[in-house]
């Protein structure tokens, strides 16, 4: 078996492969193949998991790589990130906060107008 068959080896690519989905066809192959031509020298013909997995750490997470990927892709090419949710009753309110209702320490606090 070659570093490039071993189980968590193809589990590796398959996560890089399904989250880099985002880059052009053509893109996304010339990183797999990079990766394979990578993996198969540092990988060997090691059969042993823990080396194996040792191996991939040093070459990074795939969400690591992908994001790499992702901040080389042009701005034209970036499918934009789906937008982040809001948990209910989390984030902020729509009323003003306290120092803005009553002055903030560095100002002064507005004078009523039937003051001198």
């Known amino acids: 078996m070659t570093g490039t068959e071993h189980p968590l ?15 052009p066809a053509g893109r996304r192959e010339e990183l797999l193949a990079d990766l394979r031509e990578h993996l198969a020298v540092a990988v060997g013909d090691e059969e042993d ?3 194996v997995r040792t191996a991939l750490e040093r ?4 969400s690591a790589i992908v994001a790499a990927a992702r901040a080389e892709e042009p701005e034209a ?14 984030g902020r309110s729509s009323r003003p906060s306290c ?3 009553r002055g903030s320490p560095a100002s002064p606090a507005p004078s009523p107008p039937w003051s001198p």
Request: hydrophobic share 25%; no cysteine; proline share 15%.
């Open 99 to 101: 120092s803005a209702s």
């Open 59 to 62: 070459l990074g997470s795939p």
């Open 49 to 51: 998991p823990e080396a």
């Open 9 to 23: 080896v193809t589990d590796y690519l398959a996560t890089i492969e399904r989250e880099a989905s985002f880059l």
């Open 77 to 90: 090419r970036r499918r934009p990130s789906p937008p982040r949710r809001r948990s209910p009753g989390r």
